[in-house]
Every structure is written in C-alpha cells, then in structure tokens.
Nanobody
Framework: QVQLVESGGGLVQTGGSLTLSCVAS????????MGWYRQAPGKERELVAI??????????NYGDFVNGRFTISSDDAKNTIWLQMNDLRPEDTAVYYC????????????????WGQGTQVTVSS
C-alpha cells in the first residue's frame, strides 16, 4: 500500500514563507509525477505545482496564481517532494494536498493515483 504524508504546514503572516514536504512510501516501483494541489473552503481543488518524472524528468507546471512565488523540487530516489512558498498571501490559505500520479507498486504493476491527507496552510493578514 502506498502512503503520501505531508508536513510543514502552519500559520504564517502575509509575506512570509513556508516549505511543505511530502514523502511517498510503500512498495513503489515508479511514479510518473508528484505534485501539490490545494483546496480552500467553498472552492474546488486546484493545481499548485507538479514535478514530472516521466516521460521527461524535471518538467514542472504551476497554477497561474503562483506568479513565481513557489518552487517545487524533488528527490526521486527518496520519493520526496518539497514546495517552497514565498511571499504568502491570505488567499493562499487552504489545505495543501500531496499528489502522486500513476504510481506503480511492485505487487500490482498497474498505475493509480494517490493523495495525501493534506496539511493546513493559514496566512494571516
């Protein structure tokens, strides 16, 4: 079984920074991509950032609202990603979810997507 566990959320003032981490564990054979989504109260879940391993490693994509404030990075060997968030704003307040795209395990060689439980980020004005 695969688990994605996030950490690093918390309360920060406007203009502050946070770094989120996510570790994927289990009998993982391969992962196509890992990334971050967020969901604010009353809103739909939206893409924050994604780091792709396949077919082209290192390809990243960010939500339009990021505007250069966030950076996603990855240690593929450790199945770990980070999201460095700078210049945080109250509108960034949300639960941030780690996402694993097309995760193939050693026991079931079929890819499926996984989600973490989420970590709360609150930005005070």
């Amino acid at each position: 079984q695969v688990q994605l566990v996030e950490s690093g959320g918390g309360l920060v003032q406007t203009g502050g920074s946070l770094t989120l981490s996510c570790v994927a564990s289990g009998e993982i054979f391969s992962i196509n991509a890992m990334g971050w989504y967020r969901q604010a109260p009353g809103k739909e879940r939206e893409l924050v950032a994604i780091f792709r391993r396949r077919p082209m490693r290192g390809w990243t994509n960010y939500g339009d609202f990021v505007n250069g404030r966030f950076t996603i990075s990855s240690d593929d060997a450790k199945n770990t990603i980070w999201l460095q968030m700078n210049d945080l704003r109250p509108e960034d307040t949300a639960v941030y979810y780690c996402y694993g795209d097309s995760v193939i395990t050693r026991t079931a060689m079929i890819g499926r997507d996984y989600w973490g439980q989420g970590t709360q980020v609150t930005v005070s004005s």
